[in-house]
């Protein structure tokens, strides 16, 4: 079968229909802290078991149904460690750290284990600008936004040295590789993107080469 087909199918049934609204104002809490920022809804298709979701650092962030939510882990990209939010939070291991949170939510994505499946709208940050989206050297979760869809890995790798991507499947309960050329669809938003980098970085949108610098006069 067509992977492509594959990929389509795989995250038509992970994902709902995105609701896109303006940004709102909105006080939120997460472990050991409350942020006031600009926040948008997203709808999102849970299944049963972990789900690789963009942004979401409490159950309150879900709109229904978020007593299906089991627990959130999220990956500290400058450590190399899962730190758990929900529940009991590692406290220790969210506030000793000078790790921005609330930047890794606008551009990261996080696991979240639901009992039931189920779809919801959720808060999120609002989209982040792409060229603001820092890597640090080894593996890093990236959420699938609005500034990521309908372009390729290719595309948006920025300075960025890019070895292997993957992304979850929540039906199938794994892994698999994604293709550097492959388009992004807009069906992916909401979910995430594991990428392994050979160095600090940031992403980006790449530029044509057309021609070098014309000659003087």
């Known amino acids: 079968m067509d992977k492509k087909f594959i990929l389509l199918v795989t995250f038509a049934i992970i994902l709902g229909i995105s609701v896109f609204v303006s940004a709102v104002q909105k006080e939120m809490n997460f472990p050991g802290t409350t942020t006031t920022a600009d926040f948008t809804e997203q709808s999102f298709k849970f299944v049963k078991g972990w789900n690789l979701v963009q942004g979401v650092m409490n159950p309150e962030w879900i709109q229904k149904n978020s007593n299906y939510i089991k627990a959130i882990f999220i990956f500290n990209p400058k450590t190399k460690e899962y730190v758990r939010f929900y529940p009991n939070p590692e406290n220790n291991k969210i506030g000793e750290t000078n790790y921005r949170w609330e930047h890794f939510a606008t551009i990261g994505a996080t696991w979240v284990y639901s009992e039931k499946e189920f779809t919801s709208n959720y808060w999120k940050f609002e989209d982040f600008p792409l060229d603001s ?7 890093n979760f990236v959420g699938i936004t609005s500034k990521i869809t309908g372009k390729s ?9 890019i070895e292997k991507v993957f992304f979850w499947s929540a039906p199938a ?11 992004i669809d807009r069906e992916y938003t909401g979910t995430g993107l594991v990428l392994k980098v050979s160095s600090d970085c940031n992403l980006g949108t790449s530029k044509d080469i057309t021609a070098p610098p014309a000659i003087p006069n």
């Not at 890995?153 to 040295?161: E, T």
Request: with cysteine; proline share 0%; charged share 20%.
């Open 153 to 161: 890995i290719d595309n948006i790798k920025g300075d960025c040295s």
């Open 173 to 183: 309960n794994k892994w698999f590789e994604f293709s550097f050329s492959e388009i």
């Open 133 to 139: 989206t820092y890597l640090f050297a080894g593996w």
